[in-house]
């Protein structure tokens, strides 16, 4: 789907992206820049998941649990 072209278009915002237009920019970053962004969640090999989780927290710190709307007990 094509951006409108008139004066407000600007003020629209991005429709997100479909499935298959994330995998499409997930495959063009790896074919391009060697990037691999896999979902944990799709990785089913509990040794593959472990190295990557393993890999994701050394570069960029542990994952922090999901937000809920309720208070957080335990801090």
């Given at each position: 789907m094509s951006r409108p072209t008139c004066a407000l278009a600007r003020v629209i915002p991005p429709t997100p992206a479909s499935e298959d237009?994330?995998?499409?920019?997930?495959?063009?970053?790896?074919?391009?820049?060697?990037?691999?962004?896999?979902s944990l969640e799709s990785v089913t090999d509990s040794w593959e998941r472990t190295l990557l989780e393993a890999i994701g927290s050394r570069l960029y710190g542990r994952r922090q649990p999901p937000l809920t709307g309720g208070p957080q007990h335990g801090r």
């Open positions: 237009d994330l995998r499409s920019m997930r495959a063009a970053a790896w074919h391009k820049q060697g990037v691999l962004a896999v």
